[in-house]
């Protein structure tokens, strides 16, 4: 599976910003999806996940109440819609993938897609 993360740009404090992250192949409705951020002189953290199936999602405390998950298997897409943002929200956001997944939080992931910049300002 590849994968291509993208929609990142600057966005204001308390602005939204939708990114998306296409994978490729036929068995991508059978991968549980992340996203995971990066921020300067920070550790990868886990933002949110979803279950291969779609129905269970997952989100770090830190998101929670602002960041929504989608996938669209027939699109090979998974989303992240950022809401709400906040500059410590500033980072390069990562989509990975692992097979059957669900809770992606300190799992393995088996694919990792390039990132995309995310940064707002105050």
């Known amino acids: 599976v590849q994968l291509q993360a993208s929609g990142g740009g600057l966005v204001q404090a308390g602005g939204s910003l939708r990114l998306s992250c296409a994978g490729s192949?036929?068995?991508?409705?059978?991968?549980?999806m992340g996203w995971f951020r990066q921020a300067p002189g920070k550790e990868r953290e886990f933002v949110a996940s979803?279950?291969?199936?779609?129905?269970?999602?997952y989100y770090a405390d830190s998101v929670k109440g602002r960041f929504t998950i989608s996938r669209d298997n027939a699109k090979n897409t998974v989303y992240l819609q950022m809401n709400s943002v906040k500059p410590e929200d500033t980072a390069v956001y990562y989509c990975?993938?692992?097979?059957?997944?669900?809770?992606?939080?300190?799992?393995?992931?088996?694919?990792w897609g390039k990132g995309t910049q995310v940064t707002v300002s105050s």
């Open positions: 990975a993938a692992r097979w059957r997944g669900t809770d992606l939080a300190g799992a393995r992931m088996d694919y």
């Open positions: 192949g036929r068995t991508f409705s059978t991968y549980g």
């Open positions: 979803i279950s291969w199936s779609g129905d269970t999602t």
